[in-house]
């Protein structure tokens, strides 16, 4: 099974394209965009409607004279297969190709039983949940692409995970050719706090048809990474590792032995396992009643245990979750002086569940960094990064499937 779009013109492609990313919504528009004439662009606007890939869409305000007419892309023509692969679950979807959810799943699965189990039952999962999303929807749609999301440097060359810390035998291995030997479509990989970033701009207004351009976005999980945009673009460095924070040296941390072998690291300090970590030590030597008691009742801890420890005034717990924001915040700042985004974005189960989490960032990054990289700077707490995970895999898979017919 192939994706589709191959089989339609390249020119037809393009002018969709435009209208699918909002840089062009009227004839006037995409002639400017693509230095075609006005009638040849409405040939192809016909023929992109008739591909089912456009609809009329009402029309845009007047400058003068009549209205000119707008589209939309037809979202709902396809469907995306999306994974999340994470430390101890697995987050399938089936998606149209804006990314919204028509079927999904999640399930319980360690990522250390290495990448062939893990892709195998992710196939397995997805045939059954695009079937399910087909019959849903009334019909017959085909599936376009997939896209992987994976909690390490991925080679965007070759797709391929590059010296992952926390996922052992996935290294170099070959997740593009595996999916698309066992998916029969395109395959499309990158690193999770990246696709989450590409789901969250796609949520934001345009505004001229340009989405705010220059952002941070940060995952507080069980590990710490963050997703650079710049200039509406996602920056991932020359090998992939743009964003990596959660393994930079904390000052007076180097007794702190972090999971990647190393002493000191971010995630060590600040991440959710070491919250866990230290959460499991305050529960059994009694320094935390709340966690004691959430211990006693289920036999294990989460982070929603310490948020909601938070909630009821656990001293342990506030501080655990103020060490945390403080170190987050004090990386934040130095990133915030030397990229100076428009906005950051706080994702994860502490800084959106937790007020005080998100104050305490906030605090120390307007305090630490350059006035002037701060003074229209927002910090913000995510809706739900699983979500923005979802819908930006989906969009990297459709974003390089244009990009590879109308660029070529």
């Not at 989405?211 to 999980?221: S, T």
């Not at 929603?304 to 924001?325: N, Q």
Request: one cysteine or more.
């Amino acid at each position: 099974m192939a994706s589709p779009i191959p089989r339609i013109d390249r020119d037809v492609l393009t002018v969709a394209n435009l209208i699918r990313t909002s840089r062009a919504g009227t004839r006037q528009e995409l002639a400017q965009s693509t230095g075609m004439g006005r009638n040849t662009v409405s040939t192809l606007i016909q023929a992109a409607i008739e591909a089912r890939l456009l609809v009329p869409d009402g029309s845009a305000p007047s400058t003068g004279g009549r209205a000119p007419a707008t589209w939309r892309f037809r979202h709902e023509s396809g469907l995306i297969l999306v994974i999340g692969v994470h430390s101890t679950t697995l987050r399938l979807a089936v998606t149209d190709l804006a990314g919204t959810p028509l079927a999904q799943d999640l399930i319980d699965w360690p990522i250390t039983r290495g990448p062939e189990d893990t892709l195998a039952e992710a196939s397995r999962r997805l045939t059954g949940l695009a079937r399910q999303a087909t019959e849903q929807h009334g019909e017959d749609l085909e599936v376009w692409g997939a896209g992987v999301s994976l909690p390490g440097p991925i080679n965007q060359v070759t797709g391929r995970p590059t010296a992952p810390p926390i996922m052992p035998g996935w290294d170099g291995y070959d997740v593009v050719g595996s999916l698309e030997a066992t998916l029969g479509v395109p395959v499309v990989v990158d690193n999770d706090v990246n696709t989450m970033l590409l789901g969250y701009a796609a949520t934001l207004p345009d505004q001229h048809h340009r989405r705010p351009g220059d952002m941070l976005y940060v995952q507080i999980g069980t590990g710490i990474g963050a997703g650079l945009m710049s200039t509406g673009h996602v920056h991932r460095g020359a090998d992939g590792a743009a964003g990596d924070i959660g393994h930079v040296r904390v000052v007076d941390a180097d007794n702190v032995v972090c999971r990647c072998g190393r002493t000191g690291c971010l995630e060590a300090v600040a991440g959710g396992w070491a919250l866990l970590r230290d959460a499991r030590r305050a529960a059994a030597e009694g320094l935390s009643p709340h966690l004691r008691a959430c211990l006693e009742e289920t036999g294990t801890l989460t982070i929603e245990d310490i948020v909601s420890g938070v909630s009821a005034g656990d001293t342990e717990c506030v501080t655990l979750m103020v060490r945390s924001a403080t170190a987050v915040g004090d990386a934040l700042a130095m990133l915030v002086s030397f990229f100076n985004p428009g906005r950051v974005v706080l994702a994860g189960p502490m800084p959106q569940g937790c007020p005080l989490f998100l104050s305490v960032a906030r605090r120390l990054v307007s305090e630490r960094a350059l006035a002037l990289a701060t003074s229209g700077l927002e910090v913000v707490a995510a809706e739900s990064g699983f979500e923005d995970e979802k819908r930006g895999a989906a969009l990297l898979a459709v974003n390089a499937l244009f990009e590879a017919v109308t660029e070529s």
